[in-house]
């Protein structure tokens, strides 16, 4: 299945509308591989990754696998730039800082991100990610995209 | 010390995969392979092979930068392994990774991450990722791991060893 690149954004124009942005996930094979869902709670945007056994990196604990976490922050990123951004394009990744501070323990892991700074090139987006406990993050992230539009690149 | 004794690389790198497949859920499901290491020097390059699962944009087939992501902070852990005395167990503290092209659609790709400076709680790691040139670089990063963490190692989960106290 491929989604064009105008497909998706008027799929994120229209998510941005319904609160409903499992049509945008789904158009993302490694969101469905990893178990990423994008979800409108309390008038935020948070992303969830579902547990399964395939996201272990530790089974002796067990803990989720780092690569997973970061994932999840990055893509917590990306979607609070699509559902916040004025005219929609696709972020492009420029770096990801991930700071580790509790294991993953083998439940769902959420994640929220807000938007530090959006300039006309690059924007900048903190994320962090809890399990149980919001209060209690288990890592966060730094990360700074490229956001120009198509017309920019050429 | 007694000097260990020296096995081929190709069985080296065989019990060290299966050790980090079976014994780590996700580097299965990435289809991660080690395919060189150097024991004692402290580098591993590991292999993630091009899957329709990992696209992150089927417009263009490119690989999602989570999958990226997973495969630098693999590479990186096992060249931290790699520099250990004993085998105990790790945790990433923070990776940073910048993207530096998209990766080609199609193509696997590899990440080689060697320590700079392994101590008694911290590693220290740089790593790049590429198709099949190192100065045509897709990624770079720099990562540290504590050492000693709770829970047993892939290498020691085969046989139960005694905690070395040296946990967080």
Same mark, same amino acid.
């Given at each position: 299945?491929?989604?064009?690149?105008? #497909?998706?954004?008027?799929?994120? @124009?229209?998510?941005?509308?319904?609160?409903?942005?499992?049509?945008?996930?789904?158009?993302?094979?490694? *969101?469905?591989?990893?178990?990423?869902?994008? #979800?409108?709670?309390?008038?935020?945007?948070?992303?969830?990754?579902?547990?399964?056994?395939?996201?272990?990196?530790?089974?002796?604990?067990? *803990?989720?696998? %780092?690569?997973?976490? =970061?994932?999840?922050? #990055?893509?917590? *990123?990306? +979607?609070?730039?699509?559902?916040?951004? #004025?005219?929609?394009?696709?972020?492009?990744?420029?770096?990801? !800082?991930?700071?580790?501070?509790?294991?993953?323990?083998?439940?769902?892991?959420?994640?929220?991100? !807000?938007?530090?700074?959006?300039?006309?090139?690059?924007a900048s987006v903190h994320a962090i990610a809890w399990q149980d406990d919001r209060t209690k993050p288990i890592a966060s992230a730094t990360a700074h995209f490229l956001v120009l539009?198509?017309?920019?690149?050429? | 010390? !007694?000097?260990?004794?020296?096995?081929?690389?190709?069985?080296?790198? @065989?019990?060290?995969?299966?050790?980090?497949?079976?014994?780590?859920?996700?580097?299965?499901?990435?289809?991660? @392979?080690?395919?060189?290491?150097?024991? =004692?020097?402290? +580098?591993a390059a590991i292999r993630l092979p091009y899957a329709e699962q990992l696209v992150g944009d089927t417009e263009t087939g490119i690989l999602h930068g989570g999958a990226i992501t997973?495969?630098?902070?693999?590479?990186?852990?096992?060249?931290?392994?790699?520099?250990?005395?004993?085998?105990?167990?790790?945790? !990433?503290?923070?990776?940073?990774?910048?993207?530096?092209?998209?990766?080609?659609?199609?193509r696997a790709v590899m990440a080689r991450a060697e320590t700079v400076k392994v101590t008694r709680n911290v590693g220290f790691v740089r790593a790049l990722a590429y198709h099949d040139?190192?100065?045509?670089?897709?990624?770079?990063?720099?990562?540290?791991?504590?050492? %000693?963490?709770?829970?047993?190692?892939?290498?020691?989960?085969?046989?139960?060893?005694? $905690? $070395? %106290?040296?946990?967080?």
């Amino acid at each position: 299945m491929t989604v064009s690149h105008s #497909e998706l954004v008027a799929r994120v @124009e229209q998510a941005r509308k319904d609160d409903d942005w499992s049509p945008v996930t789904d158009a993302i094979p490694y *969101a469905r591989f990893l178990g990423l869902h994008a #979800e409108a709670r309390d008038g935020e945007l948070l992303m969830r990754l579902a547990f399964s056994p395939g996201l272990v990196g530790n089974p002796s604990i067990p *803990a989720l696998h %780092g690569g997973t976490l =970061g994932a999840l922050l #990055e893509s917590a *990123a990306i +979607f609070q730039l699509l559902a916040e951004m #004025e005219t929609v394009v696709l972020p492009k990744t420029i770096t990801v !800082t991930v700071d580790y501070m509790r294991s993953g323990r083998a439940v769902d892991t959420w994640a929220s991100a !807000t938007i530090a700074k959006h300039g006309r090139r690059v924007a900048s987006v903190h994320a962090i990610a809890w399990q149980d406990d919001r209060t209690k993050p288990i890592a966060s992230a730094t990360a700074h995209f490229l956001v120009l539009g198509r017309d920019d690149e050429k | 010390m !007694t000097e260990p004794i020296p096995l081929p690389k190709s069985r080296v790198l @065989e019990i060290m995969n299966q050790a980090f497949r079976d014994g780590v859920p996700h580097n299965k499901a990435l289809g991660l @392979e080690i395919v060189d290491v150097g024991p =004692g020097e402290g +580098f591993a390059a590991i292999r993630l092979p091009y899957a329709e699962q990992l696209v992150g944009d089927t417009e263009t087939g490119i690989l999602h930068g989570g999958a990226i992501t997973a495969l630098i902070d693999a590479t990186c852990g096992a060249a931290v392994f790699m520099k250990l005395a004993k085998p105990v167990a790790i945790a !990433t503290l923070d990776l940073r990774i910048d993207y530096l092209k998209p990766a080609t659609p199609g193509r696997a790709v590899m990440a080689r991450a060697e320590t700079v400076k392994v101590t008694r709680n911290v590693g220290f790691v740089r790593a790049l990722a590429y198709h099949d040139d190192a100065a045509d670089p897709i990624a770079s990063a720099a990562g540290t791991f504590m050492i %000693g963490t709770k829970g047993r190692s892939v290498a020691q989960r085969s046989k139960r060893a005694p $905690d $070395d %106290g040296s946990g967080t």
